[in-house]
């Protein structure tokens, strides 16, 4: 059967928050795989990934990721689908916004993968974000400090679009 799997911290309250929203509306298909712990070959095993990040340290990923990417660097990717999400705070870091989610786009990219689930920069305001290329964003971004109420709106048109990308 083919699977989604679900990579995110819980070290990472939001990121982790949003990642069991998107399970739970999700149902039946995916898998969380908790990046503090999982190889390799937990990883590969998934037909497609959904992804999630906070971005800190100004324009950093969390030590989560950090640590974790290694375990996949080598990997070949070709052919799989890859949708991220990520959480960033466009007045606090308007020069990062939520870069982590374009510096795992990248990385998943240079192993052959295909960042689909691609969401309009229309709503937001910043100045720089790696997240952001040819106009739009590379996954979904939400921002819970300044934009709470927009949350569940765009997060189920995200969950609604990848339904179809990703099956
Ligand atoms: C030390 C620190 C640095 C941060 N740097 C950035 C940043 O560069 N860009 C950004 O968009 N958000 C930045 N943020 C905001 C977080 O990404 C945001 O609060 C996010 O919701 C945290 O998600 P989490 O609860 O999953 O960790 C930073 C927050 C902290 C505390």
Known sequence: MKTIGLLYSKST?????????IAEAWGEG?????????????????????LGTPTYFNGELPSA???FLPEVEDA????????????GDQVGSPM?????????????EALGAEIV??????????????AARE???LGLILDPTNQPELTDRR?????KELKRELV
Do not use: C, M, N
């Open 30 to 50: 995916i898998e969380y795989v908790d990046i503090d712990t999982a190889r390799l070959e937990d990883v590969e095993k998934h037909s497609a990934l959904i």
């Open 155 to 159: 997060l189920s048109a995200w969950v």
């Open 65 to 67: 990721w950090s640590e």
């Open 13 to 21: 309250a939001f990121t982790a928050e949003v990642g069991a929203r």
């Open 135 to 137: 106009g739009s964003f």
């Open 76 to 87: 070949d990717f070709t052919g799989k689908k890859v949708a991220i999400y990520g959480p």
């Open 117 to 130: 689930g691609r969401t309009s920069e229309e709503g937001y305001s910043y100045e720089q974000s790696l």
């Open 96 to 108: 990062s916004f939520a870069d982590g989610v374009g510096i795992l786009a990248e990385f998943f």
